[in-house]
T-cell receptor
Framework: DAKTTQPNSMESNEEEPVHLPCNHS???????IHWYRQLPSQGPEYVIH???SNVNNRMASLAIAEDRKSSTLILHRATLRDAAVYYC??????????FGQGTILTVHP | KAGVTQTPRYLIKTRGQQVTLSCSPI?????VSWYQQTPGQGLQFLFE???????NKGNFPGRFSGRQFSNSRSEMNVSTLELGDSALYLC???????????FGQGTRLTVV
């Protein structure tokens, strides 16, 4: 159910862009792609979601491959506050999110 | 507006006891979901309630139960606690716009 594949960890320098990849090769046509992040000692926080088209909001951009089998979360300028575990989730229901292990993002000053 | 409120924040219980955790969703939100987070299993879905009815259930034993009240507040109960139930329990609420889940800070349960 709702499986995605992400790298275990990634590193970035402050003020540089970060591209976090996610593979969801078995995605169905009605599944959304959601991204959440979890900062230390906090609950997950919504980042962005999309269906087919690329999406932008104040936090990030989401680039979705044409075949929808992969997507990339883009943080345009990483800050120390962006250090977190980033989860890529596919599914139709916002009330039942299936989290994987996520990507631990480390941001260096 | 106020966020999702979970009480208590920390709890220590003894094996065999039962525990009740509370979640107050964002005002106006009618859907509440519960998750368990452990270092080994990560974040796992427990159940979802909408308008006082359980809408989805995860793969957890019957010792885990929940309910939702008419004001959308939700409680989850774990009976006959085991050491493995030690975890961070997170609650999320979803609004009518149904675009994102808002999570609380969680209740840290330690079973000794």
């Amino acid at each position: 159910d709702a499986k995605t594949t992400q790298p275990n960890s990634m590193e970035s320098n402050e003020e540089e862009p970060v591209h976090l990849p996610c593979n969801h090769s078995t995605i169905s046509g009605t599944d959304y792609i959601h991204w959440y992040r979890q900062l230390p000692s906090q609950g997950p926080e919504y980042v962005i979601h999309g269906l087919t088209s690329n999406v932008n909001n104040r936090m990030a951009s989401l680039a979705i491959a044409e075949d929808r089998k992969s997507s990339t979360l883009i943080l345009h300028r990483a800050t120390l506050r962006d250090a977190a575990v980033y989860y890529c989730i596919r599914g139709r229901s916002y009330g039942k999110l299936t989290f994987g292990q996520g990507t631990i993002l480390t941001v260096h000053p | 507006k106020a966020g999702v409120t979970q009480t208590p924040r920390y709890l220590i219980k003894t094996r065999g006891q039962q525990v009740t955790l509370s979640c107050s969703p964002i005002s106006g939100h009618r859907s509440v979901s519960w998750y368990q987070q452990t270092p080994g299993q990560g974040l796992q879905f427990l159940f979802e309630y909408f308008s006082e009815t359980q809408r989805n259930k995860g793969n957890f034993p019957g010792r885990f139960s929940g309910r939702q009240f008419s004001n959308s507040r939700s409680e989850m109960n774990v009976s006959t606690l085991e050491l493995g139930d030690s975890a961070l329990y997170l609650c999320a609420s979803i609004g009518l716009e149904n675009t994102e889940a808002f999570f609380g800070q969680g209740t840290r349960l330690t079973v000794v």
